[in-house]
């Protein structure tokens, strides 16, 4: 936890005070300290190299005023001049990380030293709060050593006294991502999905989100045949999660958020191989960022309704679950021949996006790790999009991803889906394709059961988890496209 305060009179308060240095001493301004004008000095700090301009680099050295020392912690920022979006989120990351590896608790800012022409002086407050969250992310629950809570204090130097409240509004964002975080690290055996409905209802209780749960037996008696096949074959029945948050008019039409919330993918009688299987506790990862992604609105007040819909269940093996060649109805009333039990996702999302259209949603945007054949296409490191109906939006969503720097890319779905979704010799749709091109196939499926509104399907399969830490915080989870949607959303 990180603590703001502002301070406008520049009087020195802690042990350490934390400034930005640009390449070029003219971009630095004056450095302005009690009352004392370290310009020159912090010049010669660089020239001696004692502390480094370059993007991202942290450095720290002594730093004598008139009665006393202090420590100083520089942070680089390359040329001022073309610092972008991109490349605060570096620095303020390895800030943080640097800060709480050096265990310091409280520290002076000179935030002016961050701000350049490129990215108005809310973007980066609102950065700086992101990444003392983000960055320093650990998950540690099922450790016998924790790490001890860290706790800093800042001091935040500025004639702008509304700073801070816009650097908290950053820290609502990074909050709501390891929060999103916490729920995909847990294991398997204990987030299963009545208890994932559990923790979420736990957590929304004293908000304004309101959440209703439907158990197995309930999706069952109402017609969500999709889900239910998913869930049978484990003894851990499958809920669906709904979250209402109302920051508009009542009668303004929702935006409905969906979330594949696989707590744990075996494959099924379709079994993956023993490494395809490691890390399928991560396959409600959207879901996760679903919640994510309603803490965010709701903590940040947006003047929008959203309905979040979660389909959860537990893709496992057992004498009842589903096997290729069954056949389901769909919540729509349409038959669903179901010819790989490792293909589930679209099943339950499925079910759930015709659930959330019956909101009348003016949009829907579902979040799933859905397919291998999306990280095939785009890497690890990049989310496929999928417009149905939603041509502008999409152009907006992936403007919104450039801009917090995250990775999306749009592929297509056409009629050749269209017609392959319906190749089925003994029902109304098919769940699988032996062909190519099967995160398309996937989208379409999905797309299908919201009809005619718009419907934007993110596969975030490969950008759900790292396998490498960076300064957006460890390898892990991520929250991939919480940020994304948050900044569309606040448009
Ligand atoms: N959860 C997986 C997709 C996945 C794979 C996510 C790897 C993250 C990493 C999904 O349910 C799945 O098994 N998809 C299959 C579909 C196939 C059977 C058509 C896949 O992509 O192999
Ligand atoms: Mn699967
Ligand atoms: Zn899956």
């Known amino acids: 936890m990180v603590n703001f305060t502002n301070n406008n009179n520049g009087t020195a308060q802690a042990e350490v005070l934390i400034l930005g240095l640009p390449d070029h001493i003219n971009q630095l301004g004056t450095v302005n300290y009690n009352n004392e004008d370290l310009t020159q000095r912090i010049d010669t700090y660089r020239h001696h190299h004692l502390i480094h301009s370059t993007l991202g680099k942290i450095s720290s050295t002594l730093l004598s005023l008139e009665n006393e020392s202090k420590r100083l912690i520089t942070v680089g920022l390359g040329n001022l001049k073309s610092l972008n979006y991109a490349e605060l989120l570096k620095a303020f990351g390895h800030l943080f ?65 509304n700073l801070v409240s816009e650097i908290e509004k950053g820290v609502i964002v990074g909050q709501s991502i390891n929060l999103a975080r916490d729920f995909s690290n847990m294991p398997p055996n204990i987030l299963t999905p009545a208890y994932f409905a559990e923790q979420i209802e736990d957590h929304f209780a004293e908000t304004k989100v309101d959440i209703d749960i439907k158990d197995g037996e309930t999706l069952l008696a109402e017609g969500f045949g999709l889900i239910h096949a998913v869930g049978k074959g484990s003894e851990n029945q499958p809920r669906v999660i709904t979250l209402t948050y109302n920051g508009a008019q009542n009668d303004t039409p929702p935006i409905a958020l969906v979330g594949k919330g696989i707590t744990y993918d075996s494959g099924g009688y379709s079994i993956k191989s023993k490494m395809g299987m490691q890390t399928m506790k991560f396959d409600m990862c959207g879901a996760a960022n679903v919640v994510g992604m309603i803490e965010a609105a709701s903590r940040l007040k947006l003047p929008i309704n959203i309905v979040g819909v979660i389909a959860s269940a537990e893709n496992m093996i057992n004498h009842n679950a589903m096997k290729p060649d069954d056949v389901f109805t769909a919540l729509s009333g349409e038959t669903v021949e179901m010819l790989n039990s490792d293909a589930e996702g679209r099943l339950v999302l499925g079910d759930a996006v ?98 005619e509104t718009p419907h934007i399907h993110f596969d975030i399969a490969g950008p759900a988890t790292t396998n490498v830490k960076s300064y957006r915080g460890p390898k892990g989870p991520t929250g991939s496209m919480i940020t994304t949607v948050v900044n569309w959303l606040r448009q």
């Open 354 to 451: 015709f659930y959330a259209n019956q909101f009348k949603p003016s949009i829907i945007l579902d979040f799933a790790t859905l397919t291998g054949a999306a990280v095939a296409a785009l890497g690890e490191d990049k989310a496929a999009l999928f417009s149905s109906n939603a041509d502008k939006d999409i152009q907006d969503i992936l403007a919104s991803a450039k801009a917090v720097d995250e990775f999306a890319f749009e592929l297509p779905i056409t009629s050749t889906e269209q017609r392959l979704i319906r190749n089925s010799d003994v029902a109304d749709l098919v769940n699988h394709t032996n062909g190519q091109g099967k995160a398309l196939f996937a989208a379409t499926f999905v797309t299908h059961f919201s009809g």
């Open 97 to 161: 990380q640097f800060l709480k590896a050096e265990g310091i608790t409280n520290a002076d800012v000179l935030f002016e030293t961050f701000i350049s022409k490129e990215v108005a002086q809310k973007k980066v407050a609102e950065v700086f709060g992101l990444q003392s969250e983000q960055a320093i992310y650990v998950f540690d629950n099922y450790k016998s050593n924790k790490s001890a809570p860290y706790q800093l204090d800042l001091n935040i130097i500025s004639e702008n006294e």
